[in-house]
């Protein structure tokens, strides 16, 4: 155990108590001056017997529940207190070792031990418990910033993952194109700077974005998707107003692209459908889009949508639902999660 308060912090206290206990006791004698070197015999004692509980015994045996040997060393540390603390007073101050008193006192007399020993273990309880009071509110406001630190590297690591496999998928589509001399080469590499754009300047280091500028990401992404097939409808229909509304950044990227990549084409037009709406505080948003029954399906499945999983349960722990189902021809993955509003 180490010194995990400011070093200034221990001598306010010891001020301050010093203080309030020459005025108490000073006050109830009506002698300032004996309470000044009382109070003064006591504290030089009071202060290492604290510290050393704090930062030997306790360390040494109650952490390691050696309770019998940290026992014994506090019986042995209140006895040299006491033999301390009754010849400094008997030789500094006053031959009669305990005036507060009804009768004089002499020295190793049991009721003398037994007010001397109780004193101090007042004194060390009360003491150790304002420093572990404290040093417990430090450690518990270290461990929520570093719990906070690792989420957001956390995030930032599944935020990252499925970014370089967004780009690898769209250079792979600016490859295909290439290959062909297609002359839409040019707007997809325009539309693949905006999206680049809004990941590595507009994004970065926030937790939440406005709804507006995912849609128009998104919106952007299907452009690339449609330069590159021709036999792609896709609809956007969103029934709310969401001006206000802030999501996680990157969240239905994922979801899109499994529209894509799992919707069927031959010679078959992909129809993609995207719904979104606000219900009482909850966003819902659903992906609808065709497939070929004739081919076995699967449930998208790979790295997009199962960080996107791993994000909603960091942001929202529970408080979120992504559920899909097949209908017919139709795959259906719809999110549900709580908004964010700016005001």
Same mark, same amino acid.
């Given at each position: 155990?180490?010194? *995990?308060?400011?070093?200034?912090?221990?001598?306010? &206290?010891?001020?301050?108590?010093?203080? $309030?206990?020459? $005025?108490?006791?000073?006050?109830?004698?009506?002698?300032?001056?004996?309470?000044?070197?009382?109070?003064?015999?006591?504290?030089?004692?009071?202060?290492?017997?604290?510290?050393?509980?704090?930062?030997?015994?306790?360390?040494?045996?109650?952490?390691?529940?050696?309770?019998?040997?940290?026992?014994?060393?506090?019986?042995?540390?209140?006895?040299?207190?006491?033999?301390?603390?009754?010849?400094?007073?008997?030789? =500094?101050?006053?031959?009669?070792?305990?005036?507060?008193?009804?009768?004089?006192?002499?020295?190793?007399?049991?009721?003398?031990?037994?007010?001397?020993?109780?004193?101090?273990?007042?004194?060390?309880?009360?003491?150790?418990?304002?420093?572990?009071?404290?040093?417990?509110?430090?450690?518990? *406001?270290?461990?929520?910033?570093? #719990?906070?630190?690792?989420?957001?590297?956390?995030?930032?690591?599944?935020?990252?993952? %499925?970014?370089?496999?967004?780009?690898?998928?769209?250079?792979?589509?600016?490859?295909?194109?290439?290959?062909?001399?297609?002359?839409?080469?040019?707007?997809?590499?325009?539309?693949?700077?905006?999206?680049?754009?809004?990941?590595?300047? @507009? %994004?970065?280091?926030?937790?939440?974005?406005?709804?507006?500028?995912? =849609?128009?990401?998104?919106?952007?992404?299907?452009? =690339?998707?449609?330069?590159? &097939?021709?036999?792609?409808?896709?609809?956007?229909?969103?029934?709310?107003?969401?001006?206000?509304?802030?999501?996680?950044?990157?969240?239905?990227?994922? $979801?899109?692209?499994?529209?894509?990549?799992?919707?069927?084409?031959?010679?078959?037009?992909?129809? %993609?459908?995207?719904?979104?709406?606000?219900?009482? @505080?909850?966003?819902?948003?659903?992906?609808?889009?065709?497939?070929?029954?004739?081919?076995?399906?699967?449930?998208?499945?790979? %790295?997009?949508?199962?960080?996107? #999983?791993?994000?909603?349960?960091?942001?929202?722990?529970?408080? &979120?639902?992504?559920?899909?189902?097949?209908?017919?021809?139709?795959?259906?993955?719809?999110?549900?999660?709580?908004?964010?509003?700016? *005001?």
């Amino acid at each position: 155990m180490k010194f *995990d308060i400011k070093l200034q912090n221990h001598f306010w &206290f010891w001020g301050v108590y010093f203080l $309030l206990n020459f $005025l108490r006791w000073g006050a109830y004698f009506n002698d300032y001056g004996y309470s000044f070197k009382s109070n003064l015999i006591e504290f030089t004692l009071h202060i290492p017997l604290v510290y050393f509980n704090l930062f030997v015994l306790v360390p040494r045996y109650v952490l390691t529940s050696k309770y019998y040997k940290y026992t014994f060393g506090l019986l042995l540390s209140l006895m040299a207190v006491y033999l301390l603390k009754t010849g400094m007073t008997y030789y =500094i101050i006053s031959e009669n070792i305990w005036p507060e008193a009804n009768r004089e006192y002499k020295p190793f007399e049991f009721n003398h031990i037994v007010a001397v020993c109780i004193g101090e273990l007042y004194v060390l309880a009360m003491a150790s418990s304002v420093y572990l009071t404290l040093t417990w509110l430090k450690e518990r *406001d270290r461990n929520r910033a570093l #719990k906070e630190e690792q989420f957001k590297i956390k995030l930032k690591y599944l935020k990252n993952q %499925i970014q370089p496999h967004f780009f690898f998928n769209t250079l792979n589509n600016l490859y295909a194109l290439s290959l062909e001399s297609s002359d839409k080469v040019p707007d997809v590499i325009i539309k693949l700077s905006k999206l680049m754009e809004y990941v590595l300047y @507009d %994004i970065e280091g926030t937790k939440f974005v406005p709804l507006i500028k995912e =849609i128009d990401y998104i919106q952007n992404y299907i452009e =690339i998707e449609k330069l590159r &097939f021709e036999n792609v409808e896709v609809t956007i229909n969103i029934e709310s107003n969401i001006d206000e509304v802030k999501v996680p950044p990157l969240l239905f990227i994922s $979801l899109l692209e499994n529209a894509f990549k799992h919707g069927g084409f031959n010679n078959n037009k992909l129809k %993609i459908k995207i719904n979104c709406k606000i219900v009482d @505080d909850i966003l819902h948003f659903e992906i609808i889009n065709n497939f070929v029954l004739s081919q076995s399906f699967k449930s998208p499945k790979g %790295i997009g949508l199962t960080n996107t #999983k791993k994000r909603l349960k960091l942001i929202f722990k529970n408080n &979120f639902s992504l559920e899909h189902q097949v209908k017919f021809n139709y795959y259906i993955i719809h999110l549900q999660i709580p908004i964010y509003n700016e *005001d």
